[in-house]
């Protein structure tokens, strides 16, 4: 069983130098955990909203990042006005006041600053040449949500694309959230994250076996194999098992979602309600560890997912129409809206990720970076053979869950059906 890491929480945000403190006057010096809980539970039930959308859309492999797209959801709402404020805060579940919002992701994105895998979190923010911004807004985007405003004097289609290009070949590691600020708003997304597991594979065990499509219809794979302790719940509501399994220092962990039959995603995707995440993580966290003899494949997930269409179905129409975006807060200098300021609307929404898992831990790539390999020798343990072994054999269509465990937000999300 767990502790609860609400302790390692407080000592984590509250013991760091914080220089932004004195100016931003919004947010106290301490945090209170309750915004950075506020925070969290939007992005995990509008990740249930999104996924809910995208699993009609995309019917093979799907990843995405919810707490990349409420970032960014957060920060565009500090732009917007009017209807397109309100329809932002409705749709994307940010149940809560500015002040919230702000001290929320402040906390979490420090957070993710001091933790190893994701220490380099960014958000980079590229202004084309002729762009202005609105002093209070990018002082709010700096100040809250790290980011990091970069002025990009021919900002054409090419240099975007080699843009996201540096980011997906992780020239940055960890999570980087790339905006694109142009007379037209385009995000541009691109992600990977890096970390080896807290108890890596042997690869002398990999073996090649079948991972099933569905009743009838397989391929074959490389399987890895353990045998450790881990956290191993049954969900019979939802017809699936899931499993923990700790990414270095247990600060990050993947949950996989293993339906109980071969053609079980489907039905497993149909139950999952807005709360069934944490049911999930809650039941891991108060489960006992056991002895289990884990076979999971390696393999390697990406998806360039156009979001526009989902956000618009969940009723950020507003944002995509020329007529109608309010985001006159981004670039309005003073004065009324005619003058000095551009109308915006955001033209495009894309999220690229892409993820690779093998023996070592998650990589972007299949080429692993070099400094990342494992140094130490991967001798293992010959103390007592395990005993009263389970089985959990992920060898058919499965889904995962990228995520910490001291505030419970989800990183990535994913399923893997071929
Ligand atoms: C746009 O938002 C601003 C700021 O909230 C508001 O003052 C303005 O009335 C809005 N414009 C429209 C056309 O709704
Ligand atoms: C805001 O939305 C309401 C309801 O959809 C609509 O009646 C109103 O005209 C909208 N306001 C603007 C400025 O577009
Ligand atoms: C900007 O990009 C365009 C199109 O790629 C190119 O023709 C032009 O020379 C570039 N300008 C500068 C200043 O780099
Ligand atoms: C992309 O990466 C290359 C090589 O590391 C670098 O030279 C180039 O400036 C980067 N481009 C951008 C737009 O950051
Ligand atoms: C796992 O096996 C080891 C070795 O036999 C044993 O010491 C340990 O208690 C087992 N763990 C559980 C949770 O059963």
């Given at each position: 069983?767990r502790l609860?890491?609400?302790i390692?929480?407080?000592?984590?945000?509250?013991?760091?130098?914080?220089?932004?403190e004195?100016?931003?006057?919004?947010i106290?010096?301490?945090?209170?955990?309750v915004?950075?809980?506020?925070?969290?539970?939007?992005?995990n039930l509008?990740?249930a909203k999104?996924?809910?959308?995208?699993k009609?859309?995309?019917?093979?492999?799907?990843?995405f990042?919810?707490?990349?797209?409420?970032?960014?959801?957060?920060?565009?709402?500090?732009?917007?006005?009017?209807?397109?404020?309100?329809?932002?805060?409705?749709?994307?579940l940010?149940?809560?006041?500015?002040?919230?919002?702000?001290?929320?992701?402040?906390?979490?994105?420090?957070?993710y600053k001091?933790?190893?895998?994701?220490?380099?979190?960014?958000?980079?923010?590229?202004?084309?040449?002729?762009?202005?911004?609105?002093?209070?807004?990018?002082?709010?985007?700096?100040?809250y949500?790290?980011?990091?405003f970069?002025?990009v004097?021919?900002?054409?289609?090419?240099?975007?694309e080699e843009?996201?290009?540096?980011?997906?070949?992780?020239k940055?590691?960890?999570?980087?959230?790339?905006?694109f600020?142009?007379?037209?708003?385009?995000f541009?997304?691109a992600?990977t994250?890096?970390?080896?597991?807290e108890?890596?594979?042997?690869?002398?065990?990999?073996?090649?076996?079948?991972?099933?499509k569905?009743?009838?219809?397989?391929?074959?794979?490389?399987?890895m194999?353990?045998t450790?302790?881990?956290?191993?719940?049954?969900?019979?509501?939802?017809?699936?098992?899931?499993?923990s399994l700790?990414f270095?220092?247990?600060?990050?962990?993947?949950?996989?979602?293993?339906?109980?039959?071969?053609?079980g995603?489907?039905?497993v995707?149909?139950?999952?309600?807005e709360?069934?995440?944490y049911?999930?993580?809650?039941?891991?966290?108060?489960?006992?560890m056991?002895?289990?003899?884990?076979?999971?494949?390696?393999?390697?997930?990406?998806?360039?997912i156009?979001?526009?269409?989902?956000?618009e179905?969940?009723?950020?129409?507003?944002l995509?129409?020329?007529?109608?975006?309010n985001?006159?807060?981004?670039?309005l200098l003073r004065g009324p809206?005619?003058?000095?300021?551009?109308?915006?609307?955001?033209?495009g929404?894309?999220q690229?990720?892409?993820?690779?898992?093998?023996?070592?831990?998650s990589?972007?790539?299949q080429?692993q970076?070099?400094d990342?390999?494992?140094?130490?020798?991967?001798?293992?343990?010959?103390g007592?053979?395990p005993?009263?072994?389970?089985?959990?054999?992920v060898?058919?269509?499965f889904m995962?869950?990228?995520?910490?465990w001291?505030?419970?937000?989800?990183?990535?999300?994913?399923?893997?059906v071929?």
């Open positions: 069983m609860k890491f609400g390692i929480l407080a000592i984590l945000l509250g013991t760091s130098e914080n220089v932004w004195a100016d931003a006057g919004v106290s010096s301490y945090s209170d955990g915004s950075l809980r506020a925070v969290a539970d939007s992005n509008f990740m999104i996924y809910d959308v995208l009609e859309t995309y019917d093979r492999n799907l990843i990042s919810p707490f990349a797209l409420s970032t960014q959801l957060g920060m565009l709402k500090q732009g917007a006005g009017g209807n397109t404020s309100d329809e932002i805060q409705t749709a994307s940010f149940a809560y006041d500015d002040p919230t919002i702000f001290r929320g992701y402040f906390d979490l994105i420090k957070l001091l933790t190893p895998a994701t220490k380099s979190t960014t958000n980079q923010i590229f202004l084309g040449g002729k762009f202005s911004t609105n002093y209070v807004f990018q002082r709010t985007i700096e100040t949500f790290d980011g990091n970069k002025r004097l021919n900002l054409t289609k090419s240099s975007i843009i996201s290009k540096n980011i997906s070949q992780n940055y590691k960890g999570l980087v959230s790339a905006v600020l142009e007379s037209k708003l385009s541009n997304y992600s994250f890096q970390s080896l597991w108890s890596r594979f042997d690869p002398k065990k990999t073996v090649m076996e079948s991972f099933f569905n009743d009838d219809d397989f391929v074959k794979v490389p399987m194999k353990i450790t302790e881990l956290e191993l719940v049954d969900l019979p509501h939802l017809g699936a098992k899931a499993i700790p270095q220092n247990n600060q990050l962990n993947l949950i996989i979602l293993l339906p109980n039959t071969r053609t995603l489907w039905m995707e149909k139950q999952l309600k709360y069934s995440f049911l999930i993580s809650d039941r891991i966290l108060k489960a006992d056991q002895n289990v003899s884990l076979t999971l494949p390696k393999f390697d997930i990406k998806s360039a156009d979001l526009q269409e989902p956000l179905q969940l009723g950020m129409k507003s995509f129409s020329p007529d109608e975006a985001l006159t807060r981004i670039n809206v005619t003058k000095g300021s551009i109308p915006l609307h955001v033209t929404f894309v690229s990720t892409q993820l690779y898992f093998n023996e070592e831990g990589f972007g790539s080429v970076p070099s990342s390999a494992s140094q130490e020798d991967l001798s293992y343990e010959l007592d053979p005993t009263n072994i389970v089985e959990f054999n060898n058919r269509p995962g869950y990228i995520h910490d001291i505030t419970d937000t989800v990183l990535y999300t994913f399923r893997k071929e």
